[in-house]
């Protein structure tokens, strides 16, 4: 795998000295959290966490039983924070995939100090992320109404509308990664499982390591189907995020009715994703002592997709302006003016400095070495995606083609929970991710390990 | 082999400590005559499963087409018979079969189709789960997911014998031999 490597030459997976590494070194390395003793801090972030995700149950307890409303949606503007949150948790959701599946096909061996918990976090975005458009629906427990299913009125789903496109992808983005993840981890339960002493424990990770044994032939199958899934996933990847885009590309909303949003809709959700996975890689790295196999080389080069797929977000901006203003339709030069100067002017200049200014100083290889700065930088990409979507999606409703058409939506109380709650779900699920599973591939970074001659 | 009896034997299993010796041994074992050959490693050996002969997946790729197209002509066909067929609804005139609008959901259904067969595929074709299985039963093969590297010989291979094989493992010099119970 590593031989082959063209983009980034050998040695990759570390600056490893020699003599660093044993057979069986990485695999106590990557689990001896799960068998130690829980230290502290996890208590502490494990607890405020779901503290955090009770006041998410209430949040959306409310909005289910009392109604949208609490959002401050109506016409004109239709759509808040719900939506807003569907999109920002997606975006956050598509590094862990991308890393996966576009870096095996790419052949890079260093996805292996990302995917893992690169995938964890798409799992647990997605399942944030696709609570919103439930609630979004005022009456969540007919959400079933959007798929096909046999009933007494003989109804069928309208194929047209991109509402049932973002079920039937998000749906399948799910499904997808949960199998690549689970697939990913089977050796690595059956690595658990061996070096478990308390027979629960061991009876637990047999259970989930489905009798994983490592025969030859198991490995072979289980390579060749990574890479048919990688290659299945990568293009399913840009599908979802392209259809979310659609979701507002084919209204005719100014603001919306732009052919750039599909491929700037992508790139803005692996940007969002890449500064997620690096704030969870710079944690766990030091909290878990892993500085070993999550080398100041690996966070550098994920910076530099961070770098890379800002410009295209940057792009995006540039051309959404220049398309205004070169077909010169009143309506989106309107609006123009209106999100850059108008009531919510702020918050589209938070996101040009979060998501265009201050990542220019990833071009620097001090900056991105500088874990404490790079966390900043990476919240701070959190938040421009964040105002991004807002701009484009609640102000946008806000200025239709007809004076009639104009409103401006103010969040309620319920907006302010609605924002910062989920993270209260995310975090607990990536805590017990992080106290439960092997973090890393310890099956294919031992291989790499080896390959590369580390020992 | 499994007769019931909890002492019989599954085979005999060798341990090393590189994946190189564990390649060269799986290479002599097949020199040597021997067929019914399984090893047990914490990754892939590259090359193994030539040594071995165990180069039977094209089907994999082929199947995972297969079930690609099934899923893509299944939604494009549920979505043709719903709207056209089924319940046609005039919306503004525009045509009923309007099919550039049903390529997403084209899409999205092969890929998944396609997914799901790949990994049924590696969980069938690989017996799993399965919760027991004799190599279980070796000798520290605890280790055969940390840092060491198995090969079995097993009992119903034709040229088994309880003595030779024995000692033509012991002659590729690994750690230790030891025998497998079922």
Redesign the interface.
Known sequence: MATQNQIIPRGQMADAPAGRF???SI??AVIAPIFGRTPAWWWIGFLLSTLLLLVFVFTLGRVATVGVGLWDVNQPVVWGTGIINLVFWIGIGHAGTFISAFLLLMRQSWRGAFSRYAEAITLFALATAGLFPILHTGRPWFAYWVG?YPNTL???????SAL??DL??I???G??SL??F??DL??DF??V???AQRPLTKGIY??LS????????????????AY??AA??T??VI?VHS?IG?DFAITNVPGWHHTVFPPYFVAGAVFAGFAMVLIFAIALRSLFNLQNLITLKHIDWASRFMLVTGLMVGYGYAVEVFGAFYAGHTGEVLLTVERTFGPYGLAYWGMILFNVVIIQLLWFKSVRRNLPLLVLICIGVLIGMWLERFVIISISLGYGHMVSMWDQWHPTLTDWLTIFSPFGLFLTAMFLFIRFFPVMPM??V??VA?EEGWE | MSNGKSNCLYGLTAEF?E?AALLAAARQARAAGYRKI????????HG??EV?D????PV??WL?LIA?LLGGAA?FL??YW??VV??P?N?GG?PLF?WP??I??T???S??F???A??G???I??A??????P??NTDG???????RFFLCIQTDDAQFRLRETWQFLQNLEPIQVSEVTC
């Open positions: 044993s057979l069986g695999t106590d096909p003989g109804l069928n789903p309208q194929w047209t049932v496109w039937v992808a749906s399948a983005y499904i997808v199998l690549f689970y697939v089977l050796p059956a690595a499982r061996d070096k047999s259970f489905m009798g994983w044994r490592g025969d030859s032939t198991h490995w072979v199958r289980l390579r060749k189907t048919l899934l299945l996933a293009p399913l599908s259809i659609l099956y294919e031992q291989e080896h | 400590e994946p399984r090893t047990y490693s914490p990754f892939e050996v193994l499963d071995l165990q180069q039977r997946t994999l790729g995972v690609l939604a549920m979505q719903t709207a089924d319940y609804l919306v525009r309007s609008a049903f997403p959901i899409f999205e259904a890929i998944l396609a997914g799901v790949a990994v595929f590696l969980l074709r690989s799993l789960p399965q919760p027991y299985h190599i279980f093969i605890e280790a055969a997911s940390q840092s």
